[in-house]
């Protein structure tokens, strides 16, 4: 007998065939011998130990047999406890981060600091009776200051550029 | 013990309702009641006594913080004795991951010589007294290895079906046949055997 048969024949047994199946179980057992003994045998076995699983009784007293339950219980319900923290504790819990957050913000505040604007270190302020004409030229950092006396100028009627080193006009270098 | 007395009046499922807001004495009741049947379905499955104390131990530790998971759809010994089995494969996997594999329980997984005996006839427990046929049962099993032990009692006495055994044991419904039909055969042989050293 081949062993897909003898696994059907007991799942047929134990009730465990689909309908389908087992309808045919009983014309194939009627005409096999060594099937209709395996059934038998399964069969007997059944029986035998339907209902007859021998007793054990817990070989401890009811009071030292529970009173290792009892432990259990206790000592997992305490490691499962959540453990008080102090009040301070849970503040600096709260602040640790904060601060650091804020150290964090301060640092990349002073890292990335906004770009320069030219600046002028002096901003000279011309006699009464001058006339001031400023050209600032940002790419090459340079600032020219043309003064001019009107009454010089409409003496020459041409404004006249005058050197650093006349000490009439400023050129800032930047 | 007038803690006992207190309880022993009530019903399981009065005592479990209490259990379930937090009285610890009712649990204690409740244990005291069924404690041998769920010591036994460990034994029988485990055949050790240590072992079956403490799993039997730790199904009513894992069954007093699930009790709020328990529904009432089975009893409460119902739902107790899953719980026992469950840790009892368990254990049996961690057993048997730890042994190496021998051939010997290769030839069982797959049928070994049992599965050529020959049909045993006539029936080997006809006859017996309920008590001597209960001894015989017993010792056979012990002799089983634990897989095949394990499917034939969630079968024979737990009555699981195969679907629910393939799930419990983490293997296919085919193997939980196999596993069975082994079973069985080598019971047959080994009662068998009992009766004729007994006839001697």
Redesign the interface.
């Given at each position: 007998m081949n062993q897909d048969l003898e696994l059907k024949l007991q799942a047929w047994l134990d009730g465990e065939l689909p309908a389908a199946e087992g309808r045919g179980i009983g014309q194939e057992i009627a005409g096999d011998a060594e099937a209709s003994r395996l059934v038998a045998d399964l069969q007997a076995l059944k029986s035998a130990l339907a209902g007859n699983e021998l007793g054990v009784t817990v070989p401890d007293t009811r009071e030292f047999y529970w009173s290792k339950i009892e432990r259990q219980i206790q000592r997992e319900s305490r490691s499962l406890r959540p453990v008080q923290v102090p009040r301070r504790a849970v503040w600096l819990r709260w602040l640790s981060p904060l601060a650091g957050f804020a150290s964090l913000a301060c640092m990349l505040m002073l890292a990335v600091k906004p770009p320069a604007l030219p600046t002028f270190d002096e901003i000279s302020s011309t006699g009464e009776g001058m006339e001031a004409v400023t050209f600032n030229d940002q790419s090459a950092g340079m600032t020219v200051v043309w003064l001019a006396d009107p009454e010089q100028a409409q003496s020459t009627d041409t404004p006249v550029a005058k050197t650093p080193d006349t000490g009439d006009s400023e050129v800032e270098m930047e | 013990m007038s803690m006992h007395l207190d309880r022993s009046a009530l019903t399981d499922v009065d005592l479990v309702r209490a259990a379930q807001k937090g009285d610890?004495v009712a649990f204690?009741e409740i244990?005291?009641r069924h404690?041998?049947k769920i010591?036994?379905r460990a034994?029988?499955m485990m055949r050790n006594?240590d072992e079956a104390?403490d799993l039997?131990?730790?199904a009513?530790?894992k069954g007093?913080?699930r009790l709020v998971q328990f529904q009432g759809d089975s009893s409460f010994v119902t739902w107790m004795t899953r719980i026992v089995i469950n840790l009892c494969l368990d254990q049996l996997r961690k057993q048997k991951r730890q042994r190496a594999e021998s051939i010997e329980a290769l030839e069982e997984e797959s049928?070994g010589v049992e599965?050529y005996m020959p049909?045993?006839?006539p029936?080997p427990?006809?006859g017996l007294e309920?008590t001597e046929?209960?001894?015989r049962?017993?010792r056979a099993l012990a002799q089983l290895s634990k897989e095949h032990r394990a499917v034939?009692v969630l079968?024979?006495?737990e009555e699981l079906?195969?679907k629910e055994i393939a799930k419990r044991m983490g293997c296919s419904i085919?193997t939980v046949?196999?596993r069975?039909?082994y079973a069985?055969r080598r019971?047959?042989s080994l009662?068998a055997s009992l009766k004729r050293e007994n006839a001697e």
């Open positions: - | 610890m204690e244990v005291a404690r041998d010591y036994a034994y029988s006594e104390l039997s131990q730790e009513w530790v007093w913080q049928g599965r049909v045993i006839n029936n427990t006809a309920r046929l209960r001894r049962i017993d034939l079968h024979e006495f079906e195969y085919g046949m196999s069975l039909f069985r019971m047959a009662l």
